[in-house]
Structure formats: C-alpha cells, structure tokens
C-alpha cells in the first residue's frame, strides 16, 4: 500500500469517526455510558488525525528528497559543463 492509499484510508476513517461522533452527540436517547463512548471517540479521533499528520510528513520529506536530488543532478551537471 503506498503513502498516499494510506493516507486516503485514514482520511475514510477520520470521516466515519466524525460522523460517529455527531450521531453520539445528537443522540435523543443516550445510552447509558453515552460519555465515555464520547470520549473514546474524541481518541480516536485524535489517533487518526496524528496518523494523518505523520503520513503528510512522510510524503512531504519523500518529495523534498527526490526535489534536492533533482537540483542536485541539475547542478553537478552544470558543474561538469563548466569546467
């Protein structure tokens, strides 16, 4: 699975606990330990949003990577032409 199927997987999974969260809330009749479900899903939500964040970076520090060595191959060559 690559970073960004990854990160589409997570973002799914973000948006169910959010619409788990608002039918929590809105609930007219409550279970009975109604809280901490609700909290329980404010973590998760927390979880997933962290793991979203350090996908981002992953793929983010990949692209900065493959730019520098892109400038890198485009200077070292500049570099052999002119000498």
Do not use: W
């Not at 890198?72 to 500049?78: E, L, N």
């Amino acid at each position: 699975m690559s970073k960004v199927d990854e990160l589409r997987a997570l973002n799914e999974m973000l948006d169910v606990c959010y619409a788990d969260l608002n039918k929590l809330l809105k609930n007219d009749h409550p279970p009975s330990n109604h809280l901490q479900m609700i909290t329980k899903e404010r973590q998760t939500i927390d979880d997933i949003e962290y793991l979203i964040a350090d996908v981002k970076a992953e793929i983010a520090g990949k692209e900065l990577r493959k730019y520098m060595m892109n400038e890198f191959k485009i200077t070292y060559g500049m570099k052999q032409v002119h000498i």
